[in-house]
Nanobody
Framework: QVQLVESGGGLVQAGGSLRLSCATS????????MGWYRQVPGKQRELVAT??????????NYAGSVKGRFTISRDNAKNTLYLQMNSLKAEDTAVYSC???????????WGKGTLVTVSS
């Protein structure tokens, strides 16, 4: 089992910045990919960014809507995943959830999410 706990959400004005954190615990050695997703009520959850956690490469992938504004990173020593969000827009308002994928078991783990509200 893997536990994920997000933090760092809140209210920010358009153009501002926030950094989300996702603290991980449990059997994290099996995790090969982690990511951030977001969901607005009434809409489908969408991918924001992912990062490989196998090896030291840390290859990343971003949704087109956030590329150049958001940065995903990880601190292996702290077992924490981050999402630095800059130049925030009203359309970035959503619940942001942390995700971890166990390739060997084919299992996805999810945090409960943290709300980000961007006022225009």
């Amino acid at each position: 089992q893997v536990q994920l706990v997000e933090s760092g959400g809140g209210l920010v004005q358009a153009g501002g910045s926030l950094r989300l954190s996702c603290a991980t615990s449990g059997n994290i050695a099996r995790i090969t990919t982690m990511g951030w997703y977001r969901q607005v009520p009434g809409k489908q959850r969408e991918l924001v960014a992912t990062i490989s956690t196998s090896g030291t490469g840390g290859s990343t992938n971003y949704a087109g809507s956030v590329k150049g504004r958001f940065t995903i990173s990880r601190d292996n020593a702290k077992n924490t995943l981050y999402l630095q969000m800059n130049s925030l827009k009203a359309e970035d308002t959503a619940v942001y959830s942390c995700n971890a994928y166990d390739l060997t078991r084919g299992v996805y783990y999810w945090g409960k999410g943290t709300l980000v509200t961007v006022s225009s």
